[in-house]
């Protein structure tokens, strides 16, 4: 699908990306909610965010805003589900919360915290200190699964079927086979946290503690070390097409080529979106394009296209505080993008 | 963009029994009008008395920085990190250790996460010591003496238990150890508060008004890995590209020894007080505003470590003086 939204745009470009109001924010839903933005989904038409005030706030177009006052902390990790959203908070609970305002509890962990969540079409799992839960449509007792030190994330391939589990010295993959989850360590020194599944499942890649990326080849294991940020990546995202994964944790987004045997070894990224030597702090792709958002520790926020390393089409200008999370609804017809001190944008992508 | 405010962090040490737990309750109940995050370790002595608990699993991590290769608390960053994210703003976080932690990879967190930098700060380390026990817990455990010598306070505590010419050899054990840290003499953790909290002992400001016990080199040893402290003055301004050289080669082959460094520097041609504080290998250190008029431009740097005997100190900080 090829979106309109670079031709429409362009011609709004001005000089000072981060300085003046952009179309984007005169059309659009500006809010200051003084609530930490933590993270943002997808969900059909709408977008599902979480809040550091333990609410899940849904952003439907043409439609206000609806608030489900969910955890009693902060909600630490929120994932896509079927119709809503699985979140796990620092009260120990991991919910299923649909767009209606529906809310099941799915697991109460006593004193600890859930910090990972992840959602597949045959499996629901979260993490709380060194275990993973899965849950399968039929069993509602999960099965635990172990690791050497708490997990820092959670992961389902496309398909579903395998869990990629991020932990302090590598991550383990885990696999039914016959009603028996079997795993299979990868090893790397260090600490890794968010995790995720190449598109096509052969490569599995881990934000570290250090700033860099760290990957393995799933089939040989074989190692791909991405590293060279000036900061530690918090986000991270998958651009259709070759496909790319696009990162945070540079002074652009850097835009790592998956395709091929041999995916990113040996060769250099693509780097777009640069913006008067800001830091980005937040990424996510434009479905369907080879173009993503990228959200500075300004509070600014550019689009670019990954074959376009000059163009860039201001989004947002700088409000002071980073960008935490940003979601673009289904047929790229409105983004949302948040801010550490919640700040708010809700708005129309094309004209 | 604008600097936010940091949640101060206060690191409770000290071994199992000598009363963190009661300070920790005094803080909490007498400091009612403040909010607390406190995380704690899943062995916790007694019950504590706050709404926002966290437990925490003490897991230190190994850190591959370039060259530099240091330990930090993996799940304080990720606390600290979700604390962050409350739309309630906290104000202050009290960290407090099982008894037998080594507390740099605690502090080394605060120097090495640059999110944990940049929206905490680490107040002060706070060893609670049991006059009773802390002589043989010296002699016995490498983190009694690590406990003391990271502190930027020593509760002497249960000091009615023993004589006070025992509580005064204690305090000087402690001195020998750590010449930093300000020793408060306690029965049941009754420090004034103010004299815990809110210190800012790690800022580089404070570094220019604690005034160390300045003591002789040379003070004799039990053992060998014992942890002491030595202390250099020169009244000769150093040379910016000599000490550099020296400090820097210093830390990066005797790091795992120095255990914590401080010290204000007067360079030849600089007309600012150069300010530094190091804990094992990391160290931070900036320029600190002109000297006060009509005193003295001395330098003085303290070292607290082990095996400190063998780094001829002095012979470097000597050849650091510039001719």
Sequence with gaps: MQSTLSLDLHSQMSAFPNAQITELEKRGLNIQTDIPVVDAVTITESVAVSFGDG????????????????????????????????????????????????????YKFDSKWVDCVASSKNYSACSSGNSAYVWDELHLRPTRLEHPSTIGGLAFD??????????????????????????????????????????????????MQENALHGWRVRDK?????SGYPAKIKSFDWVEGTPFLVTSGAHEAVCWPFDGKFGPMERKPVCVASN??????????????????????????????????KGVIPIRKATGSEITAMAVSACNTHIFIGDAKGNILWTRLVG | ????????????????????????????????????????????EEGIDNDLVVDADEEVFEMNNGCICCTVRGDLIRIL?????????????????????????????????QDVADK?????????????????????????????????????????????????EVENRIKKINPFAKIIKTTHCSAPLHEVLGLDAFSLDRILEVEPDFLDSDHDHEHDDDVTSVSFTSETPLDLDKFQNWFGELLRTQGQ????????????GVDERYVFQGVHMLMDASPMGLWPEGKSRSSRVVFIGRNLENMNLLEGFESCKAH
């Design chain 1, 55 to 106: 609410a899940v706030r849904f952003f439907r177009p043409g439609l206000a805003y609806t608030t489900v006052e969910a955890h009693k902390g902060v909600i630490l990790s929120m994932v896509a589900d079927t119709g809503g959203v699985l979140t796990g908070g620092d009260d120990g609970r991991f919910l299923r919360i649909t767009q209606d305002g529906a809310t099941e509890e799915i």
């Design chain 1, 158 to 207: 496309a398909k579903g079927r395998r869990l990629a589990v991020a932990h302090y010295g590598g991550a383990t993959i885990w696999e039914k086979h016959k009603n028996r989850w079997k795993s299979s360590r990868l090893v790397w020194n260090g600490s890794h946290n968010q995790i995720t599944f190449s598109p096509d499942g052969k490569f599995i890649v881990t934000a």
């Design chain 1, 222 to 226: 074989a190692n791909l070390a991405m």
């Design chain 1, 276 to 309: 008067n030597n800001e830091l980005v702090t937040c990424v996510t792709a434009l479905p369907g394009d080879d173009a993503l958002f990228a959200g500075f520790r300004d509070g600014s926020v550019l689009a670019a296209e990954v074959s376009d390393s």
């Design chain 2, 1 to 44: 963009m604008t600097e936010e405010a940091q949640v101060p962090v206060t690191v409770l040490t000290g071994f199992l029994g000598a009363g963190k737990t009661t300070l920790l309750n005094r803080i909490l109940t007498e400091e009612h009008g403040r909010r607390f995050a406190v995380i704690v370790n899943e062995f916790g």
């Design chain 2, 81 to 113: 990190g979700g604390l962050m994210k409350r739309a309630d703003q906290l104000d202050a976080i009290i960290v407090e250790t099982t008894g037998l932690a080594d507390p740099a990879p605690v502090a080394q967190t605060f120097f090495v996460d």
């Design chain 2, 120 to 168: 905490t700060k680490l107040d002060a380390i706070v060893t609670v010591a049991d006059a009773v026990h802390l002589s043989d817990q010296l002699g016995e455990h490498h983190e009694a003496e690590e406990q003391i010598a990271f502190a930027d306070v020593v509760l002497l505590n249960k000091t009615d238990l023993v004589e006070a010419s025992e509580t005064n």
């Design chain 2, 257 to 268: 020894d120095i255990l914590r460094s401080k010290g204000i520097l007067n360079f030849t």
